[in-house]
């Protein structure tokens, strides 16, 4: 079975990086796109248990697949509460675009 660890750190960096690119503006096929995206992993997850969560969760807090910066909120917001369960720290989404898109200042 794969390292529940390791893929979720792997689908995490895919997860927020595609969010902090995503456009500002995106077309509906764009959001459709993502949309589907997103839904599909509760089907194809490889950590059943993890993905039986996940499919909870965005039926709980629908993705906001308005803007850029909704869906980089969004999925903060989801990863801390994945965080909260696992007794993880939480993120300060505050940070989120220099965590995964434009790096630290200076
Ligand atoms: P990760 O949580 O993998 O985070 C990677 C990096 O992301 C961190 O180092 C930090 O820089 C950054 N980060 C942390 N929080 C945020 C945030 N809120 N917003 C933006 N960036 C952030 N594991 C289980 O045991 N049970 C589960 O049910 C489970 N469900 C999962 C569901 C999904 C959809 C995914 C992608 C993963 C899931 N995992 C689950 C794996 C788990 O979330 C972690 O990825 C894994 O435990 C490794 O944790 P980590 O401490 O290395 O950091």
Not at 4 to 20: D, K, N, Q
Request: one cysteine or more; a neutral charge; charged letters at 20%.
């Amino acid at each position: 079975p794969p390292d529940v660890e390791s893929l979720g750190r792997a689908t995490w960096t895919f997860l927020h990086t595609t969010a902090a690119y995503y456009p500002e503006s995106p077309t509906p096929t764009q959001r459709a796109h993502m949309l589907q995206l997103l839904h599909s992993l509760p089907q194809l997850y490889p950590c059943s248990h993890c993905a039986g969560d996940l499919g909870a969760r965005l039926q709980r807090r629908p993705p906001d697949v308005r803007s850029r910066a909704a869906l980089s909120a969004w999925l903060c917001a989801t990863h801390n509460e994945v965080n909260v369960m696992l007794g993880k720290p939480t993120f300060d989404c505050a940070r989120v675009d220099e965590r995964w898109k434009d790096g630290p200042k200076d």
